[in-house]
């Protein structure tokens, strides 16, 4: 079974601080993609990232970096210089390929606040 | 270039009643998922739609199902409403494909049961 756990419920922060999100998921595949997506209060899931289970290079772009650890089962995902627009529920997913169909796991979520 | 559309966004229904979520897809993209957003919870997988068809299925009771059309726009319908089935619905429209893998996410229909 495949499981994804973000531990932390809600984060606040003042602008301009870094934040790391944590992401730690559990799979007996060797195939998978980790995903993060942002949700704002409007509703919709904004894609931000997709790393597949064989590249574990860590990833920048632009505020956002991601790190990427198997040895861990992590996929941590750090913002720069926070600012009050970032302030949204950010999710964790992880998709794998089952008899030829994707099986997408989301996380709990991480509320983030950004205080100005 | 629309992104995926949900119709409507918002929905009161009282128990035991039946609704219809509806949901056009981003173009160029042919199959479409669906998923239950409670409160202060991720989002949960409840089917997904190819050529019309169901291909997948969530943990979900019968009570929910759904519908392609030809142009690959969708509904997804519960019947028999619970309280506890008050939550976001949120569509996501992808091409097909393991590689090509991207979910392009509505901004969802918030159903309020009563």
């Known amino acids: 079974a495949q499981k994804v756990t973000q531990a932390q419920t809600e984060i606040s922060v003042v602008e301009k601080e870094d934040v790391t999100l944590d992401c730690v998921y559990e799979?007996?595949?060797?195939?998978?993609?980790l995903f993060w997506y942002k949700q704002p209060p409007s509703g919709e899931l904004v894609f931000l990232i997709r790393r597949n289970s064989f590249d574990e290079q860590n990833e920048i772009s632009g505020r956002y970096s991601w790190n990427f650890q198997k040895s861990t089962s992590s996929f941590n995902f750090t913002i720069t210089a926070s600012q009050v627009v970032d302030s949204a529920v950010y999710f964790c997913?992880?998709?794998?390929?089952?008899?030829?169909?994707?099986?997408?796991?989301f996380g709990t979520g991480t509320k983030l606040q950004v205080i100005p | 270039d629309a992104g995926v559309t949900q119709s409507p966004t918002h929905l009161i229904k009282t128990r035991g009643q039946q609704v219809t979520l509806r949901c056009s897809p981003k173009?160029?993209?042919?199959?479409v998922s669906w998923y239950q957003q409670a409160l202060g919870q991720g989002p949960q997988f409840i089917f997904q739609y190819y050529e019309e068809e169901e291909r997948q299925r969530g943990n979900f009771p019968d009570r929910f199902s759904g519908h392609q059309f030809p142009n690959y726009s969708s509904e997804l319908n519960v019947n028999a409403l619970l309280l506890g089935d008050s939550a976001l619905y949120l569509c996501a429209s992808s091409p097909i494909g393991w590689e090509s893998y991207g979910y392009t996410f509505g901004s969802g229909t918030r159903l309020t049961v009563v």
């Open positions: 799979t007996r595949d060797t195939t998978y993609y």
């Open positions: 173009s160029g993209h042919d199959t």
């Open positions: 997913a992880l998709v794998m390929n089952s008899g030829g169909y994707q099986k997408v796991t």
